[in-house]
């Protein structure tokens, strides 16, 4: 078959679960004979708004569309005439079989409108809350409290300061600077002084922010844009029970919803050993609503001195919170903050975490870091959120309330004094990527015949 996948962002630039998850599902595709390519948006400051390229990533072959937000509208982050009128080209050019949207962020929802004209089948996997949610997903504010329910004044309060909105007053500086040939300079200062760059953007954002009323009446649209859209869906997967409550809940088809785990491991899983267990890692975004901050006040308020906490991922995505990990951390010798690692040498971290923690204080749904854990033979501790209590088998990992620093010190100093997980882990029935690839082959197929 020719397979369409699509997500929000790819490697090597951007290396979250949905990205890797993407990129194994789509070698191993390739590997099981399917012509696929994978299309995704890049934001490129250097670069004309629309701008389309072409890359190989791994066996993959990979189309990126530069979307830096320019429109500053909320519609323009989920239909946009520009990028519906290049993936309608792609998908001419193309000619797939099957399409499966990974997620519509950075993207546009004409993509379903023309594979449906096409009468492709059409498949949707709910990586996070995005279709309730336009803040990334999260369904959480910036302040840190959920939204159980969703209101649209709340959310537009929440979205004032969002940089898919960026004011006119920002947006006319980057045409200004780009138009100077400064273009470059731009896009790199993002990743020279990220800090800096970012509250410079905060500031202009403060000065003409995005007004809560007409955003209130503009998210109603959304939904009733984006319900239509999925509807046309041959079927909704979503990792856990949860996902898939919280889409209907929002006005997702219950018919078309449908609960598949993701195949997301790359080979099959390890026993591990019996040993004491100091070495905490934390894999993942570091960002204020994967709650680091709860982890590093339950860790620094122990009274033994024999751990170690590795946090990987970029500290740079969010330099302010960076900064306020460093002044808990307070320069202890026993937290590293290794930066982030390339997806290919995820393997070889292993060998060197005996517990892996997931503090969370959002839903999570199927993190990708707590699935290769447990493939390692490695026991997670993690809060009790989203969709974690359902991958998270007994035995091979405990849950806390998030948020609770006082909880998670003491199960992590039962941790560390031999109460928990003193035992040898056994390898647990988890699904490959191989294995997920050949699941989903049967319902691309059976959709397309």
Request: net charge positive; aromatic share 6%; charged share 20%.
């Amino acid at each position: 078959m020719r397979i369409l996948l699509t997500t929000h962002a790819f490697l090597p630039d951007s290396v979250a679960g949905v990205e890797v998850y993407t990129f194994r599902l789509a070698t191993a595709l390739v590997e099981l004979g399917h012509a696929v390519a994978v299309v995704t948006a890049v934001h490129d400051l250097a670069a004309a708004p629309h701008t389309v390229r072409r890359r190989k990533v791994g066996l993959l072959d990979v189309v990126e569309v530069v979307n830096t937000h320019a429109e500053g509208t909320l519609q323009a982050t989920y239909r946009n005439s520009a990028i519906d009128g290049i993936l309608e080209e792609l998908i001419r050019d193309f000619r797939p079989d099957c399409l499966h949207a990974q997620h519509l962020l950075n993207l546009s929802s004409g993509l379903f409108v023309s594979a449906s004209s096409r009468g492709l089948p059409i498949f949707l996997t709910l990586h996070d809350y995005w279709l309730s949610c336009p803040r990334d997903g999260l369904r959480i504010q910036a302040s840190g409290t959920l939204c159980v329910s969703v209101d649209h004044r709340t959310c537009a309060s929440c979205l004032a300061d969002s940089p898919y909105l960026p004011p006119p007053l920002q947006r006319g500086a980057v045409k200004a600077l780009q138009r100077a040939g400064l273009g470059r300079l731009l896009h790199l200062s993002r990743r020279w002084w990220p800090g800096a760059t970012l509250r410079i953007l905060s500031a202009v954002r403060h000065r003409s922010p995005a007004r809560p009323l007409p955003l209130a009446s503009d998210l109603d649209l959304r939904d009733d844009h984006l319900r239509a859209r999925v509807a046309t869906a041959t079927a909704i997967l979503a990792p856990t029970r949860f996902a898939a409550e919280r889409a209907i809940e929002w006005g997702a088809p219950g018919d078309k919803v449908r609960v598949l785990s993701l195949g997301a491991i790359t080979g099959p899983t390890r026993k591990r050993q019996a040993a004491s267990r100091r070495r905490f890692a934390y894999l993942g975004t570091v960002a204020p609503h994967k709650g680091l901050h709860v982890m590093l006040e339950a860790l620094m308020g122990l009274p033994k001195r024999d751990w170690r906490l590795d946090i990987i991922g970029n500290p740079a995505i969010n330099p302010a919170y960076t900064e306020r990990l460093w002044a808990i951390a307070q320069g202890d010798e026993r937290i590293r903050f290794r930066g982030p690692v390339p997806p290919a040498q995820n393997e070889s971290l292993w060998s060197s975490i005996d517990v892996l923690v997931l503090p969370s204080l959002w839903w999570e749904n199927s993190p990708l870091a707590v699935l290769e854990a447990l493939a390692a033979g490695i026991p997670v501790v993690a809060s009790r959120t989203g969709g974690v209590p359902e991958i998270l088998p007994s035995g091979a990992g405990i849950l806390v309330p998030p948020g609770d620093v006082a909880g998670l010190r003491g199960v992590l100093e039962d941790v560390i004094d031999g109460r928990l997980f003193d035992g040898p882990l056994d390898p647990l029935p988890l699904k490959t990527a191989r294995e997920g690839a050949l699941e989903l082959s049967a319902l691309y197929d059976e959709a397309a015949r």
